[in-house]
Structure formats: structure tokens, C-alpha cells
């Protein structure tokens, strides 16, 4: 297995939830870490910059005392989100607070920098990049990336239109470390199955979003539990950058989500998601094809328990085998 051991010991399940613009904080980033699967959350959601640091001082200081607290327990690290995009006018002062207070992993989109890297190495954080197909995979390794989050097909938020079965079998064809697979996953057994693909970790962002901890509000949240995957539409209209929104949310934004025009690519802006009329990711709601196995609200610790039982579950079931005449 590529993860690291300091890193596999601390995690109950290999799953890394993914950084949600506006709805990953502290609650619930702390929520998954003491679950034992690593949280996340996007440095831009901290507003002002001040506040960035305040977290991250929470952070450290209430992980710390968990696993003081509790030594036997798994209790993963967390991971920040940096937009390396030069629409992000902020990414240097993010990265100056992740080195000053250590972020155990820092999680790059949009963009490699060798110099953000070398910024995370210099005190042995981990950088693992989101890529959608191999050309990025490549460009990520060359400026130094640890790891690799492969953004397939289904996945929610800017995702890539590759199918997991063909993006991860070529990524390991010239990459042994670790690697995350993101796309539809929702439940247990599509971790144990994102491992059988050659994936170390599965990336889960839109069943947190329903979570008690998430900073959604509620309709977002009812709506993701009501939501399947034919409610999911791929559009570039809202950044610039393609991704998949909800329907419902489009058409209650008053846009007819089935007759949509191309966004320009030249005026996205991450910094403050605006890219339409219509801004995601605050009155246009981002998810993944995955939420129809999302069924209910219920608080991330409990959410990952519900993982594990079904990882747990699905690894009895195919110890059992199979004899196929």
C-alpha cells in the first residue's frame, strides 16, 4: 500500500473527505479527524484571513488533546485546501499560515507550484494534487506533489469526465504513491472497491454535506438526501470550469438546468465563486452522481461508522467467494 505508515496508523477507514467551499469548518473537519479518516477544508473558507489562523490553531490544539486524551484511538490528521489558480490572490498568505502551523497534508487544485510544495516539504507536510487526466497527473509529480487525487467522472463540484477503471489503472502504470480516488462514492463498499482499483483512499465530499457538522444550510442539506443521480447536471456556466451542480438548485435559481450555455473560462474567480448570475456554490449547489446512496442526516462520526460497517461488510462478503460456472 502507497500510504505512508505514520499516516495509514492513524486512520480507522482510508477515506480523505473532501474540502467543500463554504461548508467545511472546524466542526466538521474535526468531527471526521477523531472518526479517523482525514478532514478537510478549503483555506479560502476562512474569511477573513485571520480566521484562517484561528482554525488552524483549533485544529492543532484539539487534535492534540484527543490524542492525549485518547492514545488508543485513531484519529487522523486534517488537510488544507489551497486554489493554486491566479485568481486566488490570497494563496501566499494561506500558505504562509499552513507552514507556520504545520498542516499535516495540504491539498492542491487548479494549479502546480514547485515553490507551494517545497513551502509543505520544508516541514514534512504532504501535498497531494487534484488531477482529471493524465497530462496533469504528470505535470503534478514533475513540481513535486507526494500524491495524486484522481477526479473521475460523477464526482461532485469541478470534476473530470474520465471513468475511474480507466484513469487510476494508467496512473499506476508510472505512479507507486498515494493516491485517491474521487467519483460517486457514497458507501463502504465503494471504498473497499476504490482500493481494488488501485486507489489507497476514497475521496468523499457530498454525502458529508448533509452532515450535522457541515456549515450547509438546510435546504442543501434536504436536497442532497432527496437527490439521485439523475438530478446532477455537468456545466461549465457557473466558474468557468466544468462541474456538477444539482438540478433543483439550478432551476431554483431560475435557469433551466436541461438548456444551459457555456461559461467563459476567462472570468472564473474561486476567490469568490462567482462565474454567472447565479453563484456557486452559494445558490448554485454542487454534488456528486454519488448522492443517491446519501438516505438520511446524520452527524459525520456517525456517518463514518455507517463507512466502516459497510467496508467491513463488503470485505466479510468477498472472503466468503464466489465460484462462477
Known amino acids: 500500500m502507497a500510504i505512508p505508515a505514520s499516516l495509514a496508523n492513524q486512520l480507522s477507514i482510508p477515506v480523505i473527505g473532501s474540502p467543500l467551499f463554504i461548508i467545511s469548518g472546524p466542526d466538521l473537519v474535526l468531527a471526521q479527524c477523531k472518526a479517523g479518516v482525514?478532514?478537510?477544508f478549503p483555506s479560502l473558507n476562512a474569511r477573513p484571513i485571520e480566521q484562517l489562523e484561528e482554525w488552524l490553531m483549533q485544529l492543532n490544539t484539539e487534535l492534540a488533546a484527543a490524542r492525549k486524551a485518547n492514545p488508543a484511538a485513531k484519529i487522523a490528521p486534517y488537510a488544507v485546501n489551497l486554489i493554486v489558480h491566479k485568481s486566488n490572490n490570497r494563496l501566499d498568505e494561506?500558505?504562509?499560515?499552513?507552514v507556520k502551523y504545520k498542516a499535516p497534508i495540504v491539498i492542491t487544485s487548479l494549479?502546480?507550484?514547485?515553490?507551494?510544495?517545497?513551502?509543505?516539504?520544508s516541514y514534512g507536510g504532504i501535498v497531494m494534487h487534484d488531477i482529471i487526466n493524465i497530462v496533469f497527473a504528470h505535470k503534478a509529480l514533475e513540481k513535486g506533489a507526494d500524491g495524486l487525487i484522481a477526479v473521475c467522472t460523477g464526482a461532485g463540484g469541478h470534476a473530470g469526465v474520465l471513468s475511474p477503471f480507466a484513469l487510476i489503472?494508467?496512473?499506476?502504470?508510472?505512479?507507486?504513491?498515494?493516491?485517491?480516488?474521487?467519483?460517486a462514492?457514497?458507501?463502504?463498499?465503494?471504498?473497499?472497491?476504490?482500493?481494488?482499483?488501485?486507489?489507497?483512499?476514497a475521496y468523499i465530499g457530498s454525502a458529508f454535506i448533509p452532515t450535522h457538522e457541515a456549515r450547509a444550510v438546510e435546504g442543501y442539506k434536504d436536497m442532497i438526501v432527496a437527490s439521485a443521480a439523475k438530478d446532477i447536471i455537468y456545466s461549465s456556466l457557473?466558474?468557468?470550469?466544468?462541474?456538477?451542480?444539482?438540478?433543483p438548485s439550478i432551476a431554483k435559481a431560475g435557469m433551466d438546468p436541461n438548456n444551459l450555455p457555456d461559461g467563459d473560462k476567462a472570468t472564473m474567480s474561486f476567490q469568490s465563486g462567482e462565474g454567472s448570475k447565479a453563484k456557486a456554490w452559494k445558490d448554485v449547489w454542487g454534488a456528486g452522481q454519488g448522492v443517491g446512496g446519501v438516505k438520511a442526516r446524520m452527524g459525520a462520526g456517525e456517518y463514518v461508522a455507517q463507512l466502516k460497517r459497510e467496508y467491513e461488510a463488503a470485505k466479510a462478503k468477498l472472503s466468503v467467494g464466489t465460484v462462477v460456472a
Open 185 to 201: 462514492i457514497s458507501n463502504g463498499g465503494q471504498v473497499l472497491a476504490a482500493q481494488a482499483l488501485g486507489a489507497d483512499f
Open 111 to 121: 494549479g502546480a507550484r514547485p515553490d507551494v510544495n517545497d513551502a509543505i516539504h
Open 94 to 98: 494561506d500558505l504562509a499560515l499552513c
Open 238 to 247: 457557473f466558474t468557468g470550469v466544468h462541474g456538477n451542480y444539482l438540478a
Open 169 to 183: 489503472s494508467e496512473i499506476r502504470e508510472f505512479f507507486d504513491g498515494p493516491l485517491a480516488l474521487s467519483g
Open 38 to 40: 482525514i478532514g478537510s
